[in-house]
């Protein structure tokens, strides 16, 4: 079995560029993050640590564009890991959702808004009071306001969008759910996005009501609640603020030394969120002292260091910021041994590759040696073949210089050849066609003299029949048909037709019935019909002025009796 942690990163840059149809090349354009986001896919395989996979995950997908990306990654996820996956990692919804508030409700919208075009940014949800109006109609925080009462707010500020919501009693909102939340502390800070699932109780419940507060050195910001007796105190020894603008809510500003509260862990930083059922997140600063104040029990919930830096001594604020700067360094030096890492194993592909090149080298060059060894054989071959080629122009030669004409072939159905006493007497009577006879006599030999068809063929073939050897002029076609073949009831190719005009026919030499033996040298006794055609095709088609056919011939009689098939 082979696993992802086993694959080269280039394989595995492959296979998640066809699952994602290219998203990681045009969601993510730092290379570096790239080969971070193969890596800890690679190191999940090994541990099977599905919590920092995510963990790790998200440090590359921080922005709402890059969401798409843990959907690729899915299907690289083993099946009985994908449930917790999926409810791990945020899933955006494409599809927008319409709800109705009532801004005259005695307890408000029960939420609370960041983001506006000043801030480069949408507006989204960021917190939600519990039990609340928007909660009791499903809004989540992470959700994306896109049109408030029709009006799409993608080019409004902050201040006009909450005018916006002022205008009417029933306020229509259409949102769509991102599971982010931008955070900005200043207009000249860089917008960044916070996952809303990073905010969780002990318990692990989600408390959406503070999502996108920065949590204080990379710790997690949890929900906690403890109980105060009062009885025999001089008091719960802390003092409470209300947060500013952008942070509201009501915080721990000071915390006495053997306090109660300081017994149960309260610490400064902390948000009272909630005491005895009356929810802090919306509650001025008096009404919260009257609330603690009102009994002498408390059950208090609070949210751990959520406004730690409201309360920093600048020593603190140094300590943070140097804090800060170690996890910054290492990081830096994860990413350098990925880097490192990188680099070995290019160094391997490189000698991968360099080993194949030398393996096609080597291919390449014995297939040249295999092209030379068959150009020689060829070579051989034509020599061989132009040898016998001269040794048979030699040995026929000394037979087409002589002028007297072939002795005539028995029963052939040609006319018999004049004698030369004729063709005197014809020239004598002043015809004067004496030279064009000759010249036609050497040019249409009908028979090659001195032939010994034993030469070519065994007695079996031959079965005592006349065997002759022609040669024809290429003189237009030789317009000849052949039937029959070694595997027909024939056994044989058979002329079966001499058409007229034609080179055979003007030879005179060819009858039908007569069996073709061999084309220019070419043993046609065991081939088939068409292997026949195609080899007196390419003897007629081939280079020079004359074809050499050997035939059986066939005795006279009704050439149909022959080839009748059964």
Known sequence: MCYICDWPKRFLKIILRQLSHRKVELLVENEAEKDYLYDVLRMYHQSMDLIVLVGDLKLVINEP?????????????????????????PKRSRKLKEVRLDRTHPDGLGLSVRGGLEFGCGLFISQI???????SVGLQVGDEIVRINGYSISSCIHEEIINLIKTKKIVSLKVRHVGMIPAKSSSADPLKW?????????????????????????KEIKEKKVFLSLVGTTGMGISISSGPRQKPGIYISSIKPGSV????????????????????????????????????????????GAGA???????????????REIDRQELMQQKRVALETNKIVKEQQQKERQRRMEISQKAAEEEERYRKEMEKIEAEERKHHRAW?????????????????????PASPSPPPKSKSEDEDEDEDGDGDGDEEQESNDGFQKYVED??????????????????????????????????GFESPLGKIVVSAVYEGGAADKHGGIAPGDELMAVNGRMLTRVTLSEGQNALARAWNSGGDWIDLVIAVSPPKDYEDEVTFF
């Open 194 to 218: 916070h996952f809303v699932d990073q905010f969780v109780s002990e318990s692990g419940d989600k408390r959406s009501s503070v999502a996108g507060l920065a949590s204080i050195s990379g």
């Open 261 to 304: 509260s300081a017994e149960v862990g309260l610490k400064m930083g902390d948000q009272i969120v909630e005491v005895n059922g009356v929810d802090f997140t919306n509650l001025d600063h008096q009404e919260a002292v009257r609330v603690l104040k009102s009994s002498r029990s408390l059950t208090i919930t609070v949210l751990t």
């Open 451 to 484: 032939f010994d068809p034993h030469s070519m063929f065994t007695a079996e073939e031959i079965a005592d029949r006349d065997v002759r050897r022609l040669r024809v002029k290429k003189v237009g076609q030789l317009d000849i048909a052949v039937e029959g």
């Open 65 to 89: 564009i890059r969401l798409p990306l843990f959907d690729a990654i899915r299907p690289l996820i083993p099946l009985k890991h994908q449930v917790e996956y999926d409810m791990l990692t």
């Open 389 to 409: 080629e001269e040794d048979w122009v030699a040995r026929e030669s000394p037979k087409s210089a002589k002028k007297s004409p072939s002795p005539k072939p």
């Open 309 to 323: 830096e409201l309360f920093m001594t600048d020593e603190e604020r140094l300590a943070a910021e140097a804090r």
């Open 129 to 135: 009071v519990k039990d609340g109006q928007a909660e």
